[in-house]
């Protein structure tokens, strides 16, 4: 059977496309899409061609088809089926249908719903920003940003025994964090003098804010990407005083401090089983049809409330 796949076809305008995967190469094996998460960040600024030019090539994702700015076939958080019944982890773009090699799939554990497999590659970031942070229990973090990225640092800090709290101007956050076991504030009242903050609003009031939440030689790990957004930010303030590190982590490269340990398939297998928590699930709570797509894709790409959003297929 033939399939199809989602494509961004311009700025702002997605379309569905065939995609006739044919027979299974040697080493390869068929793939039959479930469920496909959408990385609102990184996304939406492939929808509306806001990927650098100095960045096409280091932003391509694994099994991308085409070429940024447009038309590009994107995607990189996929679940699917085996024709022997296994279900399987890919970093390959949505599609209904595909062959892969079985070194580039990850088997997913029984356990683990095929909707909360789909945060494993943001599970991912999140693990090695704190690999690249070196988290440790009791150290006081706050992390800035509710999206997935962070509430998925903030998670994986909590998970370390880290001492955390997420910080969203969003109110709606709290009820999500507090199902997670992590304290909210508001940026208002955001707890100060904090060792490790981790930044992930994808603005720059949120970074200065991220800054100014530091305690004397902190860290302020940057999990935003802003694409061919210029950012300002203050550092004409305690920056300098302070001894304030900003340390940029991206999930491209692993953590110096893990690589002679891990190497890319394990360290996603690691995240893929710390998707094992059912409270993640609050993450995960609205879906769409492939089918439903190219209509739909820019309302979810611009909802606030959406954290990942899920294609069914």
Not at 36 to 58: A, H, Q, Y
Request: glycine residues 10%.
């Amino acid at each position: 059977m033939s399939g199809q796949a989602l494509w961004t076809l311009a700025p702002g305008r997605a379309g569905l496309r065939p995609a006739d995967p044919g027979p299974p190469g040697p080493g390869e094996v068929r793939v039959r899409a479930l469920v496909s998460g959408i990385s609102r960040g990184t996304e939406s600024l492939v929808f509306w061609g806001r990927v650098p030019r100095s960045e096409w090539e280091r932003m391509r994702c694994p099994f991308q088809e085409g070429d940024f700015p447009f038309p590009v076939k994107y995607g990189y958080a996929m679940v699917g089926v085996l024709e022997d019944g296994r279900r399987v982890l890919a970093l390959h773009p949505h599609q209904s249908r595909f062959n892969l090699a079985w070194s580039a799939l990850i088997p997913v554990p029984d356990a683990i719903p095929s909707e909360r497999a789909v945060l494993a590659p943001q599970m991912e970031t999140a693990l090695n920003a704190n690999w690249d942070a070196g988290t440790e229990p009791g150290d006081p973090v706050a992390v800035v940003g509710g999206g997935v990225i962070g509430l998925l640092a903030a998670h994986v800090a909590a998970r370390m025994g880290a001492e955390v709290t997420l910080v969203d101007t969003n109110p709606a956050r709290r009820a999500v964090a507090e199902s997670l076991g992590l304290a909210f504030a508001l940026p208002k009242d955001a707890p100060k003098a904090r060792k490790l903050v981790f930044h992930a609003s994808g603005t720059g009031e949120g970074l200065d804010l991220a800054l100014s939440l530091c305690a004397f030689e902190a860290t302020v790990i940057e999990l935003s990407w802003f694409g061919d957004k210029r950012v300002e930010i203050g550092l004409g303030g305690a920056f300098h005083s302070q001894r304030l590190t900003l340390k940029a982590s991206q999930v491209g490269a692993v953590a110096p401090a893990r690589r002679d340990r891990y190497d890319f398939r394990r360290r996603l297998a690691e995240a893929l089983s710390m998707c094992d928590d059912p409270r993640l699930g609050a993450l995960v709570a609205k879906e769409t049809s492939l089918a439903d797509m190219p209509d739909r894709l820019a309302a979810i790409l611009a909802d606030p409330d959406t954290l990942c959003h899920l294609i069914r297929y």
